[in-house]
């Protein structure tokens, strides 16, 4: 499953080249939804979409509140993309696959990730509902080895040993954190380390304990492998969890999670993390220009 073959540079563009003949929007700005968040991209002025099952060498999404469809499209001024569902370690896909449309996403000329999740929080002070930007990650399948840079360097991309430590542009933290206070929601709003974990089970008490000690604050099953992609190939990275639950970490707690009441948490936040993101593209600074806008 967790093959060492990487997607190779070429297969990469032969996608990139595929999507660029189908459209011609040339996105500067790249998000990808988390769970229950795919409706981001139906704020996309222009839009020309494309379900993954369309689109040569993309993998598919199996999982519930991933629609599975990358939308092309306008939002204040700035061409966009926007994975309407991620793919996730756990769904069997090898962390090459799973991180391959971000790659795809360098070759269209993109400058900014903006990555999305739903995660659950460790840390006392953040509730369901709550928004973390994400200012550092612990990548746990990277510590092990189960890291989408494993195996050859593919030097067209970046180094073999890429510094990880500013990897969330400080920056575009401060931007978004001035917009929420403009928006009139910085009291759901802070900084954290989000943790990304194999699942697709939720946390033992015993790992949730774990997690809490290690000073994480909110954990998931994603996000980090395309992120270190993102940083290896030298885009910009800003990243949001939305809070959709509190892990369980005492025997005495009755309460469970579930995938269900993620995604119900995550809906009823899901415009507010869209307005966010949305303002957050308009004011943020681009240095590629923009090819076409117009055009579909
Ligand atoms: O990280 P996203 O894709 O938002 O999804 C999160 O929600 C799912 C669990 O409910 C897991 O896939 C977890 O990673
Ligand atoms: N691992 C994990 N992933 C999540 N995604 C949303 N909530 C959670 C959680 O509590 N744990």
């Known amino acids: ?16 080249d595929w999507l660029m003949s189908q459209t011609k929007h040339r996105p500067q700005v790249a998000i990808i939804c988390g769970s229950g968040l795919g409706m981001l991209a139906d704020t996309l002025k222009c839009q020309v979409s494309f379900a993954y099952s369309d689109i040569p060498g993309f993998p598919q999404s199996t999982v519930q509140g991933h629609a599975g469809r990358l939308v092309f499209g306008e939002l204040k001024e700035k061409t966009c993309v926007c994975m309407q569902g991620r793919f996730h370690m756990y769904e069997g896909h090898s962390l090459s696959k799973t991180t391959f449309p971000v790659r795809v996403f360098k070759l269209l000329g993109v400058e900014t990730l903006i990555v999305t999740n739903a995660a659950g929080s460790l840390a006392d002070d953040l509730q369901p509902g709550d928004i973390m930007i994400i200012k550092d990650h612990v990548n746990f399948p990277g510590l092990v080895g189960l890291n989408p840079l494993s195996g050859p360097n593919n030097d067209e991309f ?47 008490i015993a790992e949730a304990k774990l997690l809490y000690r290690l000073g994480v604050d909110a954990v998931g099953m994603s996000t980090a492998p395309e992120v270190v992609v993102a940083a290896h190939c030298g885009l910009r990275v800003f990243g949001l969890s939305l809070i959709t639950n509190k892990v369980v970490k005492s025997y005495e707690d009755s309460d469970s999670v579930s995938h269900e009441g993620v995604l119900s948490a995550s809906q009823l936040r899901s415009h507010t993390v869209q307005q966010l993101v949305i303002d957050l593209i308009g004011r943020m600074e681009i240095n590629n220009s923009k090819t076409t806008n117009n055009a579909v």
């Not at 400080?170 to 990304?196: D, P, T």
């Open 1 to 16: 499953m967790h093959s060492k073959k990487q997607i190779s540079h070429d297969e990469c563009q032969e996608t990139a």
């Open 158 to 204: 970046g180094p073999r040993f890429p510094a990880m430590s500013g990897c969330y542009d400080k920056g575009l933290r401060c931007l978004a954190m001035e917009i929420a206070k403009q928006q009139g929601i910085a009291s759901l709003m802070q900084e954290g380390v989000y943790a990304m974990v194999g699942g697709p089970n939720f946390e033992t």
